[in-house]
Structures are given as C-alpha cells and as structure tokens.
C-alpha cells in the first residue's frame, strides 16, 4: 500500500510571521501575472514570498510595503 498523504495540514493563518497575511502587500506586477499563470508564489516589497488568494482590498496595507513604495515615490521625485 502507499504511504498515505501526511495528515499534517496546518492553518494558513499563524501567530508568527504569517500575519503578514492579513495585510495587502505591493507585489510586482510579473510576479503576479507568473503566479496566475503557473501557480509561482510572488514576492512583495517586503520580502513575503506566499501565494495570493482572495480580495487583497479586504486587507489593510503592508506598513512595510506601504513605507518602501513611499521611499520609491520619493526618491523618484527627489532626483
Ligand atoms: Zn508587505
């Protein structure tokens, strides 16, 4: 017989870093576009690597996505 699946499914939500879940994160937009069509997890600003799921406006934004694309505005208009 073949070994079952590993009945070890964890909760997408977690206590520790996966809060970031609960925000909405910038993420380049070929990240996103290789993520709808072959499943690859993007990457955001932050750093977070996970898969999107859902409505990202349901979520409040990423305060350190949110600070980076700031520096970004602003280094682009400084210069
Ligand atoms: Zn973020």
Redesign the pocket.
Known sequence: MQAPVEPDQRPDVSHGDGD?DR????VNKRDLERFRRKGTPVT?????RWKPDGDPSRYPM?????E?VADRIAGSLGS
């Open positions: 970031h925000f909405a994160h910038y955001a600003l932050c750093g977070k990423c305060p350190t996505c949110a980076l």
